[in-house]
């Protein structure tokens, strides 16, 4: 399985810089931030500065189509954790019932008499 130091090592003139290529590029920089300099002062060094241009337009289309997948995910989230939270206050509002049935049950009549 290829690493991060050998993917970086292979880029040269003759990389295919392609999408899966943008997405090693990414994937790598999420956990090492001194990653895409690394990339780009390679990619500039081998006279390739127009895949820094391609890299960075399919960054951007990744994240606005992400960004439509979580939204959408959110959106679902709010209404599960909006019907959980219904259901949790009608379950409360149950056992709120139970317990003043169950205290008026045990009530005499001369606790009844008092309480009025």
């Not at 690493?3 to 880029?11: A, G, H, L, N, P």
């Not at 956990?31 to 390679?42: G, N, Q, R, S, T």
């Not at 337009?57 to 606005?64: G, I, V």
Request: net charge neutral.
């Amino acid at each position: 399985m290829p690493d991060k130091q050998s993917f970086y090592q292979e880029i040269n003139e003759i990389t295919v810089f392609n999408e899966e290529f943008f997405k090693k590029v990414y994937a790598y920089s999420v956990c090492d931030e001194l990653f895409i300099p690394a990339v780009v002062a390679k990619l500039i060094g081998i006279g390739r500065k127009d895949v820094i241009e391609d890299y960075n337009k399919w960054l951007a289309k990744w994240k606005a189509e992400d960004d439509k997948v979580i939204k959408k995910v959110a959106r679902w989230y709010i209404k599960e954790c909006d019907r959980e939270f219904e259901k949790f206050q009608k379950e409360q509002q149950g056992k709120a019932v139970e317990k003043w049935k169950e205290s008026l049950q045990n009530l005499t009549s001369e606790d009844l008499i008092r309480m009025l």
